[in-house]
């Protein structure tokens, strides 16, 4: 309807995934190298876990995933996996053309086939992989059978790689305790996060340019009336910008604007738009009501009551939050921990442990998660900005400005923070090589037993107690004592500082 309009050669938004318009963002690219590495690392991966919202490009990933396997890989993807063992295999056998001619329904039958026929491609020099789309959905019994298929193997590698492609809830799936043995066997893991505002910004000119349209086709306040609608997910992006090339072309201007989009926004969201000239009178008793109970109990004037100027709880909305230089924010976080804040560091990435003599970490998460964490942070802002999340109170968080330290919101904190931070935590010695040997199983050993105060666990016991601690804390419980583990253990383990004392 508005292509010729806007001198477009075909619709730039289309939900479809169609690889003519893929946009690639850093995360895609990642979670992208994460499935190619674990298919073609000499069949080692066993199983593969992608997740990410609905609409941030999963299915999108997958189809690009099976364009870029090496033509020596057997290839089966499952779509419905809401499903019984017995139809799994029959779903695999299709998509593998091979028959089941004689022993279809018969599940022993068709596992002793197919481990056949894996060892015949493996002996051609051959991948095998399945790829199983909305993992989520797969029923306990067809998860443990998943399980099985991959006992399939021989002294060298696995017959049969497994990639679950699902939304979050496939994680939560994977921390229940009698899947321990599955979550075990994950050996790569990609969480796919949401475009952030300049990606958003990139991902919609990318479209536009691809159906050769204008630049600036979207303004600026448009794209960024965009991103706060849609908080960076690719479905609701195409959605919206769509919606609002449609009300550009009906009011017959030549781009979209921030009105367009509002417009867009009030056509596709009608609940979240609200009947003002049906609430206001209600709201005006409310606010009367309130000023005549008020009234009799204000002071006004009183000498005896110091009331201060500005509370150290609420940032005023007309005081927008200033952020000071990176390196101020790292040296902030050093010397919360009574390390060498004489460092100058002014990156967005983690400083090498020499500089600092401090384990430092990137991770990706929320205010719940890091406040459950228990740990000073710095965040990573929209704009590469850091703030120093020094302390929590009472649903607040003391945050370090260029003004000095301010308790703000968590609206506040999330309207510039997009979920990533660095932590720190104390690197014992026997760590600093970066690798998991005798040393650090001896470090570790120690520290389980402060953790539990319990020195009677001994090393022979430790790769329990490191699986069980990893799915308390919400890691992936591999019993592989690995950076993330290394972390977790030694804030449980060491006297640090705390969000909350």
Not at 190 to 202: M, V
Not at 404 to 422: C, E, H, M, P
């Amino acid at each position: 309807m508005y292509l010729e309009y806007f001198n477009l050669q075909q619709a730039p938004f289309s939900i479809t995934p169609d690889p003519e318009f893929v946009y690639l963002s850093e995360k895609h690219q990642e979670s992208l190298a994460h499935l190619v590495y674990g298919v073609t690392r000499g069949g080692g991966a066993g199983f593969v876990q992608l997740t990410g919202e609905v609409g941030t490009g999963k299915t999108t990933i997958s189809r690009l995933f099976l364009q870029k396997l090496p033509a020596d890989t057997q290839a089966a993807l499952i779509l419905n996996p809401n499903i019984t063992p017995v139809e799994l295999l029959e779903n695999i056998f299709k998509e593998f053309k091979l028959s089941t001619r004689g022993i279809k329904g018969k599940l022993n039958a068709m596992v002793e086939k197919l481990n056949q026929q894996l060892l015949q491609w493996w002996s051609e020099g051959k991948n095998t992989v399945v790829i199983i789309d909305e993992a989520q959905n797969i029923p306990r019994d067809t998860l443990e059978q998943l399980r099985l298929l991959t006992n399939l193997e021989t002294d060298q590698q696995k017959l049969l790689q497994i990639i679950l492609i699902g939304q979050p809830e496939l994680k939560q799936l994977m921390q229940r305790k009698d899947l321990r043995q599955l979550a075990q066997r994950i050996t790569s893991r990609f969480h796919l996060q949401p475009l952030s505002a300049a990606e958003t910004r990139r991902y919609i000119r990318h479209r536009v340019a691809v159906s050769s349209g204008a630049d600036n086709l979207f303004s600026s306040r448009a794209i960024e009336r965009i991103f706060q609608q849609t908080q960076g997910i690719p479905r609701l992006i195409n959605v919206l910008c769509d919606r609002a090339l449609v009300v550009a072309f009906a009011a017959e201007d030549d781009r979209v604007g921030s009105k367009h989009v509002k417009q867009a926004i009030r056509e596709i969201y009608p609940d979240q738009v609200n009947d003002w000239h049906k609430l206001w009178p209600m709201a005006l008793i409310a606010v009367l009501a309130l000023v005549w109970w008020l009234w009799p109990n204000a002071v006004v004037d009183d000498p005896t009551i110091d009331v201060p100027i500005e509370s150290p709880w609420v940032v005023p909305t007309e005081a927008p939050l200033e952020w000071p230089s990176a390196a101020i924010s790292w040296q902030q976080l050093l010397a919360l921990w009574d390390a060498d804040n004489g460092v100058i560091w002014n990156q967005t990435r983690c400083p090498d442990i020499s500089l600092i003599g401090m384990g430092c970490l990137r991770r990706q998460g929320n205010l719940n998660q890091i406040s459950q964490q228990n740990v000073p942070v710095l965040l990573l802002l929209d704009n590469d900005q850091l703030a120093l999340l020094k302390a929590q109170r009472n649903g607040q968080w003391l945050v370090g400005t260029a003004a000095g330290d301010r308790w703000v919101t968590a609206q506040a904190i999330n309207q510039r923070w997009l979920g990533s931070y660095f932590i720190l935590w104390p690197m014992a010695v026997e760590l600093i090589n970066d690798t998991i040997g005798a040393a650090t199983q001896d470090w570790a050993l120690n520290v389980a037993q402060v953790i539990d105060n319990d020195p009677s666990i001994q090393a022979d016991g430790l790769t329990d107690w490191v699986t069980e601690f990893q799915q308390r804390n919400g890691l992936v419980a591999d019993g592989i004592i690995g950076k993330e583990t290394q972390m977790a253990l030694s804030l449980h383990a060491y006297h640090g500082p705390k969000l909350v004392e």
